[in-house]
């Protein structure tokens, strides 16, 4: 089965829980970002490391990457990025100090999965 978003991918996990979270949700708002978070799926990175979060969610251990990890919080800095431009209440100072904050936070983030992964003996 394909993903819905490319061609070339297969159909995963995190696929179909994206479609079930966008069918359970009513208000038009929560559903697109639902199809947000689906365009991060397009990036082969983001679709590896979302698929391994949910199998280990799932207890099913899985191997992976530092340099997928990389760029999947890389593609989830930008996508918030995106996210942040968007809003229109904001200054662009504000907008600012809000993609500062992020990417510090997304950078600790991206070490701190790194050695959780790196002491579960999951990152190759």
């Not at 696929?15 to 947000?36: A, G, M, P, T, W």
């Not at 082969?44 to 207890?59: F, I, V, W």
Request: net charge negative.
């Amino acid at each position: 089965m394909e993903s819905e978003n490319t061609d070339s991918r297969p159909f995963t996990l995190v696929d179909i829980f994206l479609e079930v979270l966008e069918q359970k949700f009513n208000d038009e708002s929560q559903k697109s970002y639902i199809r947000k978070v689906k365009t991060l799926m397009d990036v082969p990175e983001c679709a590896e490391y979302l698929s391994c979060g949910l199998m280990n969610a799932m207890g099913h251990p899985t191997p992976i990457t530092a340099s997928t990890v990389d760029k999947a919080v890389d593609c989830i800095i930008h996508f918030y990025d995106d996210n942040i431009e968007e809003n229109h209440e904001w200054t662009k100072e504000q907008k600012k100090v809000q993609k500062g904050l992020m990417k510090s936070f997304m950078n600790e983030y991206r070490n701190a999965i790194k050695n959780f992964i790196s002491s579960q003996n999951l990152l190759n």
